[in-house]
């Protein structure tokens, strides 16, 4: 009897040991997987000075307003990642488009656009982020349906890419561009306000409302 006694807690101890190892090799795994997410992220910010490290910010943004909404700790993460990667298409827009100072041309707008469908395409088959390729494909549908490429309507979009989308904008308009320097805190929320519903989630424009009253922008 004792000698079965130590049998089976030799077997529990080796199964316990087994499952921690398998553990620690999948959080060395996805600490890996997010340092390549986070080098392919800074190599792309730093092709423009004026808009460098956007994509983090728009990570921590959005992450902050899946944070609001409930989320689970894993999906946060998982969001955090695609957001990271949610401009990668802008690799196949020419520099001189990107970082032009003045207005641009509708031949240039349409190459913007671009970057959507690219950003789909390069990340349709990496399946270790689940719908990565979704957040770089719908981060400017609008919740109205006029925005691009789809004309996706409100909840058609991806709740990912809709949390996305507020959280580039609110980047964009508080950091500095080739073409104007950042706008208020005033102005941010007035935008906020007046594109509830069309270009926003209504409901993601509270939580981001919100957010700035906690000193999101200032927390950079």
Known sequence: ?????????SERERKQELECTAREATERAEHLLLQTILFISNALDARDPITRRHSQRVARYSAEIAR?????KDRIQNLYTIALLHDIG????????L?????????????????VAIGGFILKDFT???KVAEGALYHHERYDGR?????????????????????DAVDAMSSDRPYRERQS??????ELT??????FDPKLVTIMLSMIDEGILDAD
């Open 128 to 130: 270790a982020i689940d």
């Open 147 to 167: 925005g691009y490429p789809r004309g996706l309507v409100g909840e058609e979009i991806p709740i990912e890419a809709r949390i996305i989308c507020i959280a």
């Open 90 to 97: 802008k690799i196949g827009v020419p520099d001189a488009v």
């Open 68 to 72: 609001h909404l409930g989320w689970e």
């Open 194 to 199: 007046r594109e509830r519903r069309r270009q």
């Open 185 to 190: 805190e005033e102005y941010i929320r007035n």
């Open 99 to 115: 970082q032009k100072p003045g207005k641009l041309t509708n031949e240039e707008y349409l190459l913007i656009q671009d970057h």
């Open 1 to 9: 009897c004792k000698d079965v006694t130590n049998l089976l807690r």
